[in-house]
């Protein structure tokens, strides 16, 4: 049984996507619909630009969910249909990214949300006053607690749940920064501040969210052609009332992707395909269960790769 993964913000790259384009039709197609979508040469940024322009957060997250709908339509042009997967699931915006490749969403409303998304996020929290920290080597048990005392009175949460020794706290910086001194105290093997433009998946959020309810009341929403699994809830859910209320808690909501994945391999789910920009996706699954198999899908070569007959 197999799911497919769509990855979230950090996995943008200058060039992502070119070649998928230049090689399918219908992956230029999809560059080309979020561009009209967004009335932006997104593309060229994407394949030209400036990797600090494409990093700001209302670029990035549109032009993620461009590239992994470009791979998805290459990898059906050689002939993998949607239904051999049995899931869908996205880290944090690959949420949006999975519900426009399941058919929920269509990819010009999808862009609209994201560019809209990126920008209230953004917006959220004035540049300095919040941050988020990747604590390495403490469960997601641990690094909660140790973000509660951290917090003294100031906003510190653990956002991401990423793999049994990768969890990312998110708040107000000075209570992230001390989040870190306490969690090297407690033996952390690591814990570094991330080079992030604003505190996501916390309550700072929440004017984002509030922006995000708006925004998804507005457009349509149909059952996804496949079961999504849930960032908020670590399961999968199909009801299209229940997804837009899911969307617009996420935003403040801890990403649960350890739990998601567990949840796919509790379903049966053997192999898992990140569809998009890098592979980062796939170390984290490898971590949280080494008896799952792994590919990435994000050029003509992987497309190759993957559709090659096993021996």
Not at 301 to 310: F, G, R, S, T, Y
Request: glycine letters at 8%.
């Amino acid at each position: 049984m197999r799911a497919f993964v769509f990855p979230g913000q950090g996995a943008q790259t200058i060039g992502m996507g070119q070649a998928l384009a230049a090689n399918y039709p219908v992956a230029k197609a999809v560059f080309d619909e979020v561009d009209d979508a967004l009335g932006q040469d997104l593309s060229g940024l994407i394949w030209e630009g400036d990797i600090g322009t494409l990093t700001l957060t209302a670029n990035a997250q549109p032009a993620l969910m461009a590239t992994s709908l470009a791979a998805l339509r290459a990898l059906q042009a050689e002939g993998m249909a949607l239904d051999t997967a049995s899931f869908v699931v996205g880290h944090s915006l690959g949420e949006y990214s999975a519900l426009a490749a399941a058919g929920a969403i269509s990819i010009a409303d999808t862009a609209r949300l994201l560019r809209i998304r990126g920008t209230a996020m953004q917006e959220a929290v004035p540049v300095g006053v919040g941050a988020m920290a990747a604590i390495l080597g403490m469960d997601f048990a641990a690094v909660t607690a140790l973000a509660e005392a951290a917090a003294q009175g100031d906003v510190c949460q653990a956002a991401n749940d990423n793999d049994p020794g990768q969890v990312v706290v998110s708040g107000h910086r000075a209570a992230v920064e001390r989040a870190l001194d306490l969690a090297k105290e407690a033996g952390a093997k690591r814990a570094v501040l991330l080079p992030v433009s604003a505190p996501f998946h916390c309550a700072l959020m929440e004017p984002a969210a509030e922006r995000m309810a708006l925004a998804l009341a507005e457009i349509d929403i149909a059952a996804p052609a496949l079961p999504l699994v849930s960032n908020v809830l670590a399961s999968a859910v199909s009801d299209p009332a229940m997804i837009r209320s899911l969307l617009v808690e996420q935003v403040t909501g801890a990403v649960r992707w350890r739990e998601s994945v567990m949840y796919l391999a509790s379903e049966g789910v053997t192999e898992v395909w990140e569809i998009g920009a890098g592979k980062s996706l796939s170390g984290m699954i490898r971590r949280i269960d080494r008896a799952l198999t792994c590919q990435a899908i994000g050029s003509p070569e992987n497309i190759v790769k993957a559709l090659a007959p096993k021996t």
